[in-house]
C-alpha cells in the first residue's frame, strides 16, 4: 500500500470531511435505554456471549457496549434497508421502527466511550493509521463523531472481516471503501490488530444488567 496512493483515492471522502459533511448529519434522537433493554432482550443471545461467533464466514460478533449509541443507529437502519446484508441482522431490524431502533441502540450502547478520550497509542501505530483513519477515527480508535464507528478494542477478525467487506464491496459506504479498496491484506490485518489492543475498549453486553439509567 502506498500512501500517496491512499492519499489520491480518499481526496473525495477527505474533501467532504473538510466540508464538515461527515459531521453534518442530523444528531439521532435521544433514545430511551430503559424501553431498549425489553426491546433488546433478544439480542443478547447473540450480543452478550463475550466467545459467540458468525458461522459462514467465521467472525466474531461485533461488541456494542461502549459504542456510539448513534452508530447503532445507522447501523440497525442500514441492515432494515437490506442497504447492509446480514440475514438474521435484517431478520431483527425489519420488526424495528425509528423510535425502537434509537431505544435499543441506547440500551445497547450503554455508557458510550467519549469522543474526547484521547490517549496515547499502545504500540506503534500501522502508518495508514495515523495518515487515514485517524482523522475519522481518532488517534486510537475512537470515533470523532456519533456516526463513526468506535473501534478501540473491538474483535480483530470482526475489523478484518468488516475491512474484507468494504474492500470487495460486500459492505458499501462511500467514506469507508475509498480508502479499504486501497489496503492490502497485510494492512488490513496490521489495523486490526493494532485497533483491537487500544483502550478504552469497547464491551460486550452484560448478559444481566441489574439496573438500566434512564439518559
Ligand atoms: C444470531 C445472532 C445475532 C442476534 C440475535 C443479533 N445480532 Fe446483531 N449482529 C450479529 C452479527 C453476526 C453481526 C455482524 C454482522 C455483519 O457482519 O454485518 C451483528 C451486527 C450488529 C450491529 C452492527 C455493529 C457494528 O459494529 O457495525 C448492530 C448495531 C447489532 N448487531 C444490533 C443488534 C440488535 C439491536 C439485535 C436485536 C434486535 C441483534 N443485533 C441481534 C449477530 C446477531
Ligand atoms: C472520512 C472518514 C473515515 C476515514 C478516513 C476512515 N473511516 Fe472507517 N468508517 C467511517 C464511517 C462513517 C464508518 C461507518 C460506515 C458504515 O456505516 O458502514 C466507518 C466504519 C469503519 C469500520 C467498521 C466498524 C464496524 O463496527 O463495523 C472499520 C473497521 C473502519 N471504519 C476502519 C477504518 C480504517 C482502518 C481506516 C483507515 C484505513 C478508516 N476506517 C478510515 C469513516 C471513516
Known amino acids: 500500500m ?52 458468525n458461522v459462514y464466514p467465521t467472525y466474531s460478533v461485533p461488541k456494542l457496549r461502549g459504542q456510539h449509541a448513534e452508530y447503532l443507529s445507522v447501523a440497525l437502519k442500514a441492515y432494515r434497508s437490506g442497504e447492509r446484508s446480514h440475514g438474521t441482522m435484517h431478520a431483527h431490524a425489519v420488526t424495528l421502527d425509528d423510535q425502537d431502533i434509537d431505544d435499543v441502540a441506547a440500551y445497547l450502547a450503554g455508557d458510550s466511550i467519549p469522543f474526547d478520550t484521547v490517549s496515547t497509542p499502545a ?45 470487495n464491496g460486500s459492505r458499501k459506504n462511500g467514506l469507508m471503501q475509498p480508502f479499504a479498496t486501497q489496503l492490502k491484506p497485510e494492512d488490513i490485518q496490521a489495523l486490526a490488530e493494532f485497533y483491537s489492543k487500544q483502550s478504552p475498549s469497547l464491551q460486550t453486553v452484560p448478559l444481566k444488567e441489574k439496573a438500566v439509567r434512564a439518559k
Not at 466540508?19 to 432482550?41: E, F, H, N, W
Not at 500501522?126 to 470523532?144: E, Q
Open 2 to 53: 502506498s500512501l500517496r496512493s491512499i492519499l489520491r483515492a480518499a481526496a473525495p471522502a477527505l474533501a467532504l470531511l473538510a466540508l464538515g459533511a461527515v459531521t453534518a448529519a442530523p444528531a439521532a434522537a435521544a433514545g430511551d435505554p430503559v424501553r431498549g433493554k425489553t426491546l433488546g432482550y433478544t439480542c443478547l443471545g447473540c450480543h452478550a456471549i463475550a466467545t459467540y461467533k
Open 123 to 167: 504500540g506503534t501505530p500501522p502508518p495508514a493509521a495515523t495518515a487515514i483513519c485517524g482523522s475519522c477515527h481518532g488517534a486510537v480508535g475512537i470515533g470523532n463523531v456519533g456516526n463513526i464507528p468506535t473501534l478501540t478494542g473491538q474483535h480483530a477478525d470482526y475489523l478484518v472481516y468488516a475491512l474484507e467487506s468494504y474492500r
